[in-house]
């Protein structure tokens, strides 16, 4: 059976089907014509329409935290990307929602120091080799790696 909500298109093609039989009925009863049968078509076609404007779909949801994700993505906003993250997010780098947070917070900082021509350097000894630039093993230009509370 097709779902309603997730397509206005089923209600509609039934409001027209209803439409001719009702016509097709003032037709044959042409002494009755009543002009309240009319409405059921009328009433069926907004129900579909309503529906389809009011109720949210899985898939229109879906569709709009993309979209908020990319605009917050476009426009620099960790804020609003983390409230699009879920909040058990895991991936290969980072182990958790607030460390890809950080991370993002980091590179956002470090864009800006090299914008504004400052080299963004905390390397402080012999640097191990980990593949990360920082003596401490944090990346470059991380700030909480600075204070020494840094858990990248």
Known sequence: MFNVVEQPWTLLTLAVIVLLVVLMLQRIFSDKKRWWLLLIPLLLAIAALGLDFLIQTD?????????TAIAAAEQEDSVTIA???AENYR????INKKRLIHHAAVCKQAAQWRSQGWQNRNVVGKVPKTGRSGA????????LAIVGDCRC
């Open 83 to 85: 409230s699009v993250v």
């Open 59 to 67: 898939t229109e949801k879906i569709k709009t935290v993309i979209k």
């Open 136 to 143: 401490n093993g944090c990346p470059l230009g991380c700030m």
């Open 91 to 94: 991936d290969s780098f980072h």
